[in-house]
């Protein structure tokens, strides 16, 4: 993947004392390209905070993004996740601090209550708002969420997109409770964090991979089961063996066209499937009449509120769990950073460190 470079507009050019390294995707053809640079320190505003970013992670959202068509004037600063300290607060901000370590949530004004349509256009580094892949963000005090004490910034920043879609997931629409069992499909940012919160709360996680030392890795992790999905492409049936013909309790459904017909099979009566991913394509057109005679339900899952973010670090903290990070890149090595997501290779999250 090619990196560009951008600059502060000409009348700028010099760098100036407060201008701060960000990453910018700009268009090329029909797609985006990594370009980093330099730009202005941002200011606050009253309500704001000016939060100096430590850590970012990627998420699968992030190489799909790349994917979309871009127009010149949408350059936007990639990614949603990461964690930082506070630097300065704007007036009427008395929650926050100089000093304190937060994170902002990836939908900025969904704080509390239901859902609104409204929030998507404003999710973190999409394809419509900036993101955090830059030295300084400013964002609404309300957005903000401060990182658990056990916690390092790198371990926070990997927190917002996928810690908080699988907790939602499980807890919040889930109801999860001790003894119940989880299935998560492949070995990626929310499927960790499936397994770990779900174990941290007393259920029985199987696990799929491609990859039979991923699932090793899984059962150090927890995992109660696992399937190698290569090997045994019809790890439904397995799932119900594993569960003595009664299915799942709540599966993490990430796979998309390739995956939903073996989790309606594998989910049991009084299930539920998160309907969360698109790993293998968009358009699932399964047969959902099993869920009828099953009594089971799909959840429709799109992250979180910046409350629901609050419940998942209270836990975190409760449990001590620390989030699983494959690999740690510097600012320089942002386009190997996407390499490696790309090649699915990872195990758990990929963090790069400001
Ligand atoms: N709705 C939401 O709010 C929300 C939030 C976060 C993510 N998502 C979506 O959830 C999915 C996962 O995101 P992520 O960031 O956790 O991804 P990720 O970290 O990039 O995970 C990639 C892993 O998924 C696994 N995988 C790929 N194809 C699979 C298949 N057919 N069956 C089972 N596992 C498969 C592979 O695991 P192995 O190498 O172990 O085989 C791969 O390494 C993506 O589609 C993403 O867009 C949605």
Request: glycine share 10%.
């Amino acid at each position: 993947m090619n990196a560009y470079t951008h600059r502060l507009p000409s009348s700028t050019s010099a760098q100036p004392a407060t201008a701060e390294r960000s990453y910018r995707l700009r268009r090329q053809d029909a797609s985006r390209i990594l370009s980093s640079g330099f730009e202005p320190s941002p200011r606050v505003s009253p309500g704001q905070v000016l939060v100096r970013v430590a850590a970012a992670s990627l998420n699968y959202r992030d190489l799909l993004t790349m994917q979309e068509p871009a127009s010149e004037s949408s350059a936007l600063v990639p990614l949603s996740d990461c964690a930082g300290i506070v630097e300065a607060v704007g007036a009427d901000v008395s929650q926050w601090k100089p000093s304190d370590r937060v994170s902002p949530n990836f939908f900025p004004e969904w704080t509390e209550g239901r859902f609104s349509a409204a929030y998507l256009g404003r999710a973190l580094g999409g394809g419509q708002t900036d993101g955090v892949l830059r030295g300084q963000l400013v964002i609404e005090a309300s957005a903000l969420v401060a990182v658990p004490e056990h916690l390092s910034l790198a371990e926070a920043a990997t927190l917002p997109c996928a810690g908080l879609t699988a907790w939602h997931a499980l807890f919040e629409r889930g109801r999860l409770k001790a003894g119940d069992t989880v299935l998560v499909q492949g070995t990626g940012g929310v499927a960790l964090f499936g397994l770990q919160l779900a174990s941290a709360a007393g259920a029985r996680v199987i696990v799929t991979s491609s990859s039979d030392d991923k699932l090793a890795r899984a059962r150090a992790l927890g995992a109660w089961q696992t399937i190698n999905y290569r090997r045994t492409p019809d790890w439904d049936r397995v799932a119900l063996d594993m569960t003595a013909g009664r299915g799942v309790d709540h599966i993490l459904e990430l796979g998309g066209p390739d995956t939903y017909e073996r989790s309606i099979n594998a989910v049991a009566p009084g299930g539920q499937i998160a309907q969360i991913g698109v790993l293998t394509g968009f358009g699932s057109q399964p047969n959902l009449l099993p869920l009828q005679f099953k009594n089971a339900s799909i959840n429709g899952i799109c992250v979180g509120s910046v409350e629901q973010f609050q419940r998942l670090n209270r836990f975190m903290s409760e449990k001590q769990l620390h989030p699983v990070i494959d690999q740690s890149f510097g600012f320089e090595q942002v386009p190997e950073a996407y390499e490696h997501l790309r090649s699915a290779a990872h195990f758990g999250k990929l963090v790069i460190e400001l």
